[in-house]
């Protein structure tokens, strides 16, 4: 649809804001340009959808000293990167290869050991299988960025003592997936990203670690401080005293900390691009996850079906309402692999958000669709960026009442 048809016209753009946005838009693009703009060295972009229709396309700042964002930058998401693991999942499940609610075993026969025999799919995705821990299944960081080992080592391992109860599994939640889907397919997550989720989608800027050569698909170097702060005296003795504290914080210590995990995000080549982590390294562009999240709110691209009725009915619900054991008892309420996010306007919606809070999320009953990305990690400004989907989420909203219906917004300041 051309943006003549739309009689209230575009919303003005900052300067070192480009893209488009409907009207209606005005005071998300203008929060977009305030928080995300104006960073040395780094940008983001914003995409939201309805119905599949962009609504808002807009992008700030620099991907690398020197290299404006464009549509085809990518980041690391970090855990938002769960989301597009558990998207794999249910394609498996649409098309009768696994079942919910079925052992895990009975998919994966290493899995069945140790107690872990009547552990089910359901269980993995909503995070209470009793698996968070790092320190139980690698030695080092060589292990960490080895992720066939690392589903060998969980096929092997015991469950702990928050079997059945909701525990983030800040790490583990990808590579229990991954294993899960190469016993039943052989493949691995990175060539499943690309055939069950990019490809279906008719996107490119949805891969696990290092795009491949040839894709348009460009990586953003993260800035800031990245985990530093882990490696200074203080953090060094916090964390590494911190696996046998009871309770949510020696649980969120070994679910996350391994001595030297600050060093895969170091360097302009981090070792986390060099992986397979379903759980952290995907790197997505702002309007890839925001057309993965439309597709999953109503299970449709482009008038094709991406998942039956039936699975995004069961993706819409919250399977528990219990606290987080390692999230610090916060009320994540999860769904089949994503969660709630509990902001104005948004609680019938469900997505990921990942560490510095780039995020992707729908609300099916709104045809909404939205991907944010950005590519700073700076302990400074970490608290206000992983909020981020507070501020953004109300406002994206708000702008959709404004905006009577679906509108293709196209470009208004160049295709960069």
Not at 49 to 65: C, F, K, N, S, Y
Not at 67 to 91: C, E, I, L, N, P
Not at 129 to 151: C, F, K, Y
């Amino acid at each position: 649809m051309s943006n003549d048809a739309f009689p209230s016209g575009r919303a003005p753009l900052p300067a070192g804001v480009r893209g488009s946005a409907a009207a209606g838009f005005a005071p998300l693009v203008r929060a977009f340009a305030t928080f995300v703009g104006g960073r040395p060295g780094a940008g983001g972009a914003l995409t939201v959808m309805r119905h599949g229709e962009p609504l808002v396309d807009i992008r700030t700042g620099q991907a690398a000293p020197g290299t404006d964002w464009s549509r085809d930058t990518g980041v690391v998401v970090f855990s938002a990167t769960k989301g597009v693991a558990a998207t794999v999942v249910h394609r498996l499940a649409d098309r009768g290869l696994l079942d919910y609610d079925a052992p895990v075993a009975e998919y994966w026969p290493d899995f069945g050991v140790a107690g872990k025999e009547r552990i089910t799919v359901r269980r993995l995705l909503t995070h209470r299988a009793g698996l968070t821990s790092l320190p139980s299944i690698a030695a080092g960081i060589e292990d960490l960025l080895d992720h066939e080992l690392m589903e060998q080592r969980l096929a092997a391992a015991a469950p702990d003592r928050l079997l059945g109860v909701p525990a983030y599994h800040a790490l583990t939640f990808g590579w229990l997936l991954a294993g899960l889907a190469r016993a039943i397919t052989g493949r691995g997550m990175a060539e499943l990203f690309r055939t069950e989720v990019a490809e279906p989608l008719g996107v490119d800027g949805i891969h696990l670690g290092r795009p491949p050569v040839g894709s348009p698909t460009t990586v953003a170097t993260l800035q800031g401080s990245r985990l530093a702060a882990v490696r200074a005296p203080l953090g060094a003795m916090l964390f590494g005293h911190a696996y046998g504290i009871p309770g949510t914080l020696g649980a969120a210590s070994r679910s996350l900390f391994l001595p030297g995990v600050e060093t895969i995000l170091e360097g302009e080549n981090p070792p986390i691009l060099e992986t397979e982590m379903a759980a952290g390294n995907g790197v997505c562009s702002a309007s890839a996850l925001a057309t993965l999240y439309g597709a999953l709110g109503d299970g449709t691209i482009d008038g094709r079906r991406y998942l039956s009725a039936r699975t995004t009915r069961a993706l819409r619900r919250v399977e528990t309402y219990r606290l987080d054991h390692t999230l610090l008892y916060l009320p994540m309420m999860w769904h089949l692999g994503y969660h709630s996010m509990p902001t104005v306007g948004s609680r019938n919606g469900f997505g990921h958000i990942g560490l510095g809070g780039s995020f992707g999320w729908t609300d099916p009953n709104q045809g909404l669709s939205v991907g944010f990305v950005h590519n700073r990690l700076d302990l400074s400004r970490f608290v206000w960026d992983q909020i981020a989907s507070t501020w953004i989420l109300p406002l994206v909203v708000r702008g959709a009442h404004a905006v009577p219906r679906a509108l293709d917004v196209g470009e208004s300041r160049g295709a960069a």
